[in-house]
């Protein structure tokens, strides 16, 4: 008998603890589910996967090519080959549903080969929707970073003009040219406060006067 009431008491306990863990992870899913969702980071987009042409009078090719620029390797993803004068490379970043896709930020990387020391430096120029946004100088084993706003852009040419009127220029490589997409807001689920409630009465009434005796002297 006295084994049969153990027995009970142990299933009844825990019966209890399922229960208890049940509730407490339902809380918890409902907590988490009332709270708004984060937006995802979207990854960055190669430009070249848009629209692009070669607008110059140089050589461009999109070419993934390892390249030694300033005594490190880089994965070169196309090169611009100004020659005598000039390159260039000119993209349309405008997508054609604005609305589910749009472009915040234009990083570029890019340099001139250990291997071409004897070649005259070049200058890249970045326009957007044909004003000229940046200007960055490069030569043999140099490499450059830059960033640049492009929400409100929807063309983007890239330039590499030759330093030297007279002398050959080798390519400038490319190893980064990404677009980064805008990020979303957050969502959140939280109810407008009501425009036409009432507003709450205020009591201007004299105060009540008080029947306490006076204190005999």
Request: proline fraction near 9%; aromatic fraction near 6%.
């Amino acid at each position: 008998m006295r084994m049969h009431i153990l027995k009970f008491i142990g299933s009844v306990f825990v019966s209890t603890v399922l229960i208890s863990s049940f509730a407490t992870s339902c809380e918890n899913t409902q907590a988490q589910s009332k709270e708004p969702k984060q937006p995802k980071v979207p990854r960055s987009i190669s430009l070249l996967r848009s629209k692009c042409v070669n607008s110059g009078i140089g050589n461009v090719r999109k070419e993934d090519l390892d390249v030694s620029i300033g005594k490190a390797v880089y994965t070169s993803q196309f090169y611009l080959g100004p020659g005598y004068s000039s390159a260039s490379l000119t993209c349309n970043i405008k997508p054609e549903n604005p609305r589910t896709l749009v472009f915040q930020t234009l990083n570029l990387g890019f340099g001139m080969r250990d291997n071409d020391i004897k070649s005259p430096g070049a200058e890249v120029k970045v326009y957007l929707d044909g004003r000229l946004a940046e200007t960055r100088a490069v030569a043999p084993t140099q490499q450059a970073l830059l960033s640049l706003d492009v929400s409100n852009a929807s063309n983007i040419a890239i330039e590499a003009v030759c330093a030297s009127s007279t002398l050959y220029c080798d390519r400038v490589y490319f190893f980064t040219a990404a677009l980064q997409p805008q990020i979303p807001l957050p969502q959140t689920n939280l109810a407008p406060a009501p425009t036409n409630a009432s507003p709450t009465p205020i009591d201007l009434s004299p105060p009540t006067p008080t029947n306490v005796s006076p204190t005999p002297k």
